[in-house]
């Protein structure tokens, strides 16, 4: 067979070609030819190249899909590959990459040591880090091409002269602007109690922050809304377009959903299922958790109760339901209420592979637990190389950062 002579080949079908290659393989291409670099590095083939990036991962079933999982007090990230039986009464993932730290490459290049590494989410390839004060530096970074973008510094400065400050960021997609966006809500503290707060958003096409005006905004009453929002032990849920965390009003301690549209940059609110309010609590004050589960919202409430015997522990109570139809209050679904043994420590996220979910228990020491909403089956999950992981992202890879100037290459 005679060797391919790529020059008499039709642009089209080379272009056709490389759309099927993964990241890595596009990334050596790069250096083949000046026009194929061009090709790959235009903002088209990036988009296009992504769209059939998560069309390919939406319809694989459980053939290597990857999360990203989070290790906050080491300061870890890792890509596990899923590829495991569902139908296994025990499971594992497996590491695929140990990523490095972009903060560390940061502080070696600027000598700027100020960084708080939290996760606030994952998108298309691309992952928000960022502290909880506003003069910590906030990146978006892509693993897969080592590339991150450093965020300017805040525009709040109406924090000055209170006690301490706080700030919080979400991450999400304008798929109609096709730009990346960071929300972030920076709060004042006065005496140990949040006296106001406002919010800003940066945008990855413009590569700066605007400051949002939510006095008229009807779903966004500041003085009655406690601080437990964008938490980073379990970032706001990006799905249909919007972020999603539990807000909980301090007047009335009713407990609702807030979302902010990534594309109209609007807040808004959602009912949480009726029977959550009414639902037993047990010995430990309620926990809510807003998730994605498939391409849906997803609300969990979870409650402790002690044993009778002395000694003997906690038992885990979890409820979990989905909203079927988007924004319609009605089409909350129960898909279980289990009782496991052990203290939980935190909701790490839901598998890709096999719809599970995704618990960290304490009972001896941490261990993991993989709960499949169908079947209600409850399944040891061991993690390779475990370090203990409090955050899993389902995580596909993507060649956006490629055609930004000013970002940091390593």
């Known amino acids: 067979m005679e060797p391919i002579v790529w020059d008499k080949v039709p642009e089209e079908v080379i272009y056709e070609i490389l759309l099927r290659l993964p990241v890595k393989s596009l990334l ?14 235009s903002p088209t083939f990036i988009h296009t190249h992504l769209i059939n990036r998560l069309i390919e991962s939406n319809h694989r079933n459980n053939d290597g899909v990857q999360h990203l999982l989070h290790n906050p007090e080491l300061e870890h990230y890792s890509l596990y590959r899923d590829d495991d039986d569902p139908r296994a009464s025990s499971s594992t993932l497996r590491e695929y990459t140990d990523l490095d730290n972009p903060y560390e490459v940061y502080a070696k290049r600027t000598r700027n040591h100020t960084w708080g590494s939290e996760f606030f989410g994952a998108c298309n390839g691309l992952v928000c880090l960022a502290g909880d004060d506003i003069d910590l530096t906030t990146l978006v970074w892509n693993p897969s091409i080592r590339k991150f973008v450093v965020l300017p510094k805040s525009g709040v400065t109406f924090c000055h002269g209170y006690d301490d400050r706080e700030a919080r960021c979400a991450f999400g997609y304008d ?22 707060c406002q919010y800003e958003i940066w945008s990855l096409a413009k590569g700066s922050w605007k400051t949002l005006n939510t006095c008229n905004d009807r779903h966004h009453h500041e003085r009655d809304i406690q601080q437990r929002v964008f938490d980073a032990s379990h970032p706001p849920a990006f799905v249909n377009g919007a972020l999603h965390w539990v807000q909980a009003n301090m007047s009335t301690r009713n407990i609702s959903i807030a979302s902010f549209d990534m594309s109209d940059e609007v807040f808004g609110k959602i009912t949480i299922p009726p029977e959550a309010e009414t639902q037993k ?35 885990l109570h979890m409820t979990m339901w989905v909203m079927k139809e988007y924004g319609v209050a009605k089409s909350w679904d129960k898909l279980f209420a289990i009782c496991l043994e052990g203290s939980i420590s935190r909701l790490v996220g839901c598998r890709k592979s096999g719809d599970e979910v995704v618990l960290k228990l304490i009972v001896d020491n941490v261990q993991y637990r993989s709960v499949n909403p169908k079947t209600k089956q ?19 890879e993507s060649l956006v950062l490629l055609d930004q100037p000013n970002v940091f290459t390593y």
């Open 281 to 315: 609590c047990f010995d430990s004050d309620p926990h809510y958790v807003v998730s994605r589960y498939r391409e849906s919202l997803a609300f969990f409430k979870t409650s402790e109760e002690r044993r009778a015997s002395v000694g003997c522990g906690w038992l």
């Open 28 to 41: 050596g291409c790069t250096a083949v030819c000046k026009s194929w670099s061009c090709m790959i590095k």
């Open 175 to 196: 798929r109609r602007a096709n730009d990346y966006k960071v929300l972030r809500r920076v709060s004042c503290i006065q005496g140990g109690k949040f006296i106001s």
């Open 378 to 396: 409850v399944k040891n999950l061991q993690i390779e190389g475990s370090r203990c992981y409090s955050v899993m992202d389902a995580f596909t």
